[in-house]
């Protein structure tokens, strides 16, 4: 697998507290890598570190294969969008374009400038009277107008309503589509997550949790529901993310490769939301790599 960033025990410590630690992975090319965890996981950090703007206190970083540090142009192929979408807000949006093309050596000023006209942006109106929604879209635009090879999105939809935040992942999927850039991409959304995300990236207590391919993920997870007294019935080496009670239901997500259950279970396919919400629910689960973890007697 050829890499667009890679992370070799990585870690960003803020005075005594370590915001990411341990930190090994590596995220494929052209992909749309959806980024997941709580809040205060580590998925900020990451992106910052990513982007250049924070140095690791440990470990490091490659960018399509340098070190992040090696080379000085190789953060020219990166472009960031920070979750407040962060515009000058006394400029106009012509402002910010003529700022981008003389920052960018790669700066794509016609697309640009077709794009706002396709999405109807007003380019003489100073970016602070702008609606979230078209601040968004203005964002994304001059992101992508750098033409960058990676391009980061912190909760680039959080504040959007519905409409908003289907116009701005059209066009980032458009772009993506006939550019075969990579995307890294941080959410909560796990639905617009489904539709566009096509790796997944699980970050929980400033530690990896889950790396890999979304349909490769939710092929080798099942949901397998039954009675609660059928519980000590299951396979002991079963694999079990997380299992949870509910009355006399149980519900158990498990990876069952190789596995067979009782007549008393039903096994049926894990949603990516019922998938990521299992792992952030269960820190100490991971479906990288690593011994076999027993099932949980207890019921949770």
């Not at 490769?216 to 000590?232: N, Q, S, Y």
Request: hydrophobic share 40%; with cysteine; proline share 7%.
């Amino acid at each position: 697998m050829s890499s667009a960033v890679e992370a070799i025990d990585l870690g960003r410590r803020y005075r005594r507290t370590w915001a990411l630690r341990g930190c090994s992975l590596a995220l494929p090319k052209g992909r749309v890598i959806a980024l997941v965890g709580p809040n205060g996981a580590g998925k900020s950090t990451l992106l910052n570190l990513t982007a250049g703007l924070l140095r690791p206190s440990e470990g490091g970083l490659r960018l399509f294969g340098e070190p992040l540090s090696a080379r000085p142009d190789t953060l020219a192929q990166v472009a960031y969008m920070a979750q407040d979408t962060a515009l000058y807000p006394t400029f106009t949006v012509t402002d910010l374009l003529t700022f981008g093309r003389r920052l960018n050596p790669g700066w794509d000023d016609p697309w640009a400038r077709d794009r706002l006209a396709r999405l109807r942006l007003p380019t003489d109106v100073p970016a602070g009277r702008l609606s979230g929604g078209q601040r968004a879209q203005v964002a994304l635009v001059l992101a992508l107008a750098k033409r960058p090879r990676l391009l980061l999105l912190d909760e680039p939809l959080a504040s959007l309503d519905p409409v908003a935040r289907h116009d701005v992942m059209a066009l980032l999927m458009e772009t993506v589509a006939q550019s075969g850039m990579t995307v890294l991409l941080s959410s909560h959304i796990i639905s617009d997550l489904a539709e566009t995300c096509d790796w997944l990236v699980a970050i929980n207590q400033g530690r990896v949790q889950v790396s890999g391919d979304i349909d490769e993920l939710l092929e080798t997870h099942k949901l397998i529901v039954g009675p609660r007294e059928a519980l000590d019935t299951l396979p002991e080496r079963l694999p079990v993310v997380a299992q949870t009670v509910n009355g006399r239901q149980a519900s158990v997500l498990a990876r069952v490769s190789g596995h067979t259950v009782g007549p008393a279970w039903t096994v049926r396919d894990a949603s990516l939301d019922e998938l990521v919400l299992n792992y952030l629910r269960r820190p100490e689960s991971s479906a990288l790599p690593g011994p076999t973890r027993q099932r949980e007697r207890s019921a949770s």
